[in-house]
């Protein structure tokens, strides 16, 4: 498709980049690693959002006779990061959860206080991750940055930064539970967090569902309590909570309940991976599983993101567009395998729990080629933290081997035929010669 372009006042065909869109990528770097960052962010909003996964995997179903679907998808990838930050932080110098099977080995043989430790540790992560996940799915991701803290900050699991100043937006602490019990428990964990200083009441606090309205129930209570005894301080710090402290549910006891017992059974039976491997992205394709995405970063997403950084178009346009033009070329499940860069050979972010990666293919290679000069747009992705590949459809890939298959049923037809053939003619000469004797 040709399109007529505002800034040159030419005619510019799909795959081609505008001259003055090349001027700025060679003058400023940078501008190749936002584009990939932003397009990451796009397509993986879309690719959640809208029903294009589904679509894919009922192409994919069509040509290879399968049953492909996305349900076990972001379970999956959110275990797996459940069990990795088991690995980074808790465990991390025990290295319990370095491989599935230290962590089977240490599972079978702890004692009481120990399954006990587990259990609480698996509720504790797992909300957390979700958290994390959940901030990381939304829009604002592309301005912000969640991370978790581990054990270096008491009292605060996570924060949120700007990308661009590196200023904290927000601090958050993390709580879930299994019971009413635990939700009391988690209530005077914030009162005391909140008494010692190590939790401000401007701070976010994300629990379960009821946790809001526990928390103001308990913070009015206490207030009074905390008067009654001339505490005036504490009083005004619980009513600055009431005030100002962002309470966020996620999830509820069932959920965490339901949530502990699946990553409990992933580890007694020695499948509590905290990395996604090869093998195990094979299983789960055949199993009907999605797990990773890798999304194509086009002359289009290029030229739009261009066009948003020069004012042209709005932040809403630029990431629709960008969008729904990598999903037109969006790899997903079983196509993974077939890009060793991808999985799980480098930092490729998990955002809502799909692995994301970047490709390219042969025209934004060579476009890219003649901006930096032959390779450097390698580099400057690599340095931004992409690993990019060539990729092979899986679609691609299955028709041909389904013809593959085709043909081989043929010639095993024509051989046996000939076979058949041969023998029939074997014993008509048998026929022949036990006549003349």
Request: aromatic share 6%; net charge positive; charged share 25%.
């Amino acid at each position: 498709m040709t399109t007529y372009c505002k800034r040159c006042k030419e005619l510019h065909l799909e795959e081609q980049l505008c001259p003055f869109h090349v001027k700025e990528l060679k003058e400023n770097q940078q501008l190749l690693s936002e584009c990939a960052n932003f397009t990451a962010v796009a397509g993986q909003y879309h690719l959640i959002t809208s029903q294009t996964l589904d679509g894919i995997a009922q192409r994919i179903n069509s040509v290879a006779g399968t049953n492909l679907s996305i349900e076990g998808t972001h379970q999956y990838m959110r275990d797996i990061q459940v069990f990795k930050q088991l690995n980074l932080d808790p465990y991390s110098k025990s290295g319990v959860f370095s491989s599935t099977q230290r962590a089977k080995d240490y599972y079978d043989h702890a004692t009481k206080g120990q399954l006990g430790m587990i259990k609480n540790k698996l509720n504790g992560t797992a909300q957390e991750i979700d958290w994390l996940r959940f901030k990381q799915g939304k829009l604002s991701s592309l301005f912000t940055k969640s991370e978790l803290i581990g054990g270096n900050a008491p009292g605060v699991d996570g924060e949120t930064i700007n990308r661009l100043t590196g200023n904290t937006i927000s601090r958050t602490t993390v709580k879930a539970a299994e019971s009413t019990v635990g939700l009391g428990t988690n209530v005077s964990d914030v009162l005391k967090a909140l008494e010692k200083g190590t939790l401000d009441p401007k701070d976010v606090l994300t629990g379960i569902e009821g946790t809001k309205d526990a928390v103001h129930k308990a913070l009015t209570k206490n207030i009074e309590k905390a008067l009654q005894n001339g505490n005036h301080s504490y009083a005004d710090k619980l009513k600055q909570a009431q005030e100002h402290l962002k309470i966020q549910e996620l999830n509820n006891t069932e959920g965490v309940k339901q949530s502990t017992k699946r990553l409990t059974d992933k580890i007694s039976g020695g499948k509590g991976h905290s990395t996604v491997t090869l093998q195990e992205a094979a299983k789960k394709t055949a199993q009907g599983a999605v797990i990773g995405a890798a999304v194509g970063l086009t002359v289009s997403s290029i030229t739009n993101y261009m066009k948003f950084k020069n004012g042209e178009i709005t932040e809403d346009e630029a990431f629709r567009e960008v969008g729904q033009e990598t999903l037109k070329g969006a790899l997903v499940g079983g196509s993974m395998t077939a890009m060793t860069l991808f999985i799980p050979g480098g930092p490729v972010g998990f955002i809502a729990g799909m692995g994301i990666g970047i490709y390219l293919n042969k025209t934004v290679t060579n476009i890219l080629d003649e901006v930096y000069g032959k390779g450097a747009y390698a580099e400057i992705l690599h340095t931004s933290g992409y690993i990019y590949g060539m990729a092979v459809s899986l679609e691609d890939s299955l028709k041909k081997i389904r013809k593959d298959e085709q043909n081989i049923r043929s010639n095993r037809r024509t051989i046996k035929v000939k076979s058949d053939q041969i023998e029939k003619n074997f014993d008509a000469f048998d026929l022949v010669m036990k006549g003349k004797m």
